[in-house]
């Protein structure tokens, strides 16, 4: 292999699809599908994007490892790139006349995702190029049909972990959560918060919230775990504001 495509493909839209990215598609020689039991929908998502694009793709699955729980988080995260890109090597060795390779990735290859990290460890190294794909915090301003900053003001993004440990980052305006699959805004002052949520943004399935905090709370929970029961998995995203403005510093 000597090209490395790692194609942004938004969040499951199949009109996600920039014109770059299925100029990728249509060139690549080898797609690689990550595959797991309880998420196989997004398996087949990714070999029907490809489809739509071209007929004569050759796909090669793997199974994804999974992370071992007894080791320190950090620990625990690189143990499971190195693991998977061990994974990337062998089964890219099963087509060795494959000169171009292709992994299309959820929302954008820049935004908490590990991929580029994994092909950063793979030995030779080859082009990496990447094509940027739509992400979920932008689906879901889109789908509020809301900006994403106030006016002059930043924006933190971030994970339910930080949130859940560090609580409400200083100073901020508009923080949006991602990769929080215990709620962990269930531990903030809801009458505080205004909140915009989203899973399966940009699909059929997708289902939306808004309010203050305390008034959706219960009902995001409850939504949530049953469209999870529903589906086999779940992708949302949300954004909070604090109802009243962060003092300047």
């Not at 790139?81 to 089964?91: C, F, G, K, P």
């Not at 006016?151 to 609580?167: C, E, F, K, Y």
């Not at 009243?244 to 510093?249: D, E, G, S, T």
């Amino acid at each position: 292999m000597t090209q490395l495509f790692l194609i942004g493909i938004g969040t499951g839209n199949s009109d996600h699809l920039t014109g770059e990215a299925r100029r990728a598609i249509a060139e690549a020689d080898l797609f690689l599908i990550p595959r797991k039991a309880e998420k196989s929908d997004l398996a087949d998502l990714r070999t029907q994007i490809i489809g739509a694009v071209r007929s004569d793709a050759r796909i090669a699955t793997f199974d994804m490892p999974t992370r071992d729980d007894n080791l320190p988080y950090l620990n625990r995260v690189e143990a499971w790139h190195d693991e998977i890109a061990r994974i990337w090597t062998e089964t890219m060795a099963d087509t060795p006349d494959a000169q171009s390779v292709a992994l299309l990735v959820w929302g954008d290859p820049s935004l908490y995702d590990s991929t580029l990290r994994i092909a950063a460890r793979l030995h030779p190294a080859p082009r990496v190029r990447v094509i940027a794909g739509i992400t979920s915090v932008q689906a879901l301003t889109a789908a509020h049909a809301i900006p994403l900053n106030t006016v002059n003001a930043p924006v933190t993004i971030s994970t339910g972990r930080r949130l859940r440990d560090h609580g409400w980052p200083a100073g901020c305006e508009t923080l949006v959560v991602m990769l929080d699959g215990a709620c962990a805004f269930q531990d903030l002052d809801g009458d505080a918060f205004d909140i915009w949520w989203g899973a399966y943004l940009g699909m059929p399935e997708q289902i939306l919230a808004h309010g203050r905090l305390s008034d959706v709370c219960d009902d995001i929970v409850a939504r949530r775990a049953a469209a999870r029961a529903a589906h086999g998995w779940i992708m949302d995203t949300y954004l909070l504001r604090p109802v009243r403005p962060v003092p300047a510093n």
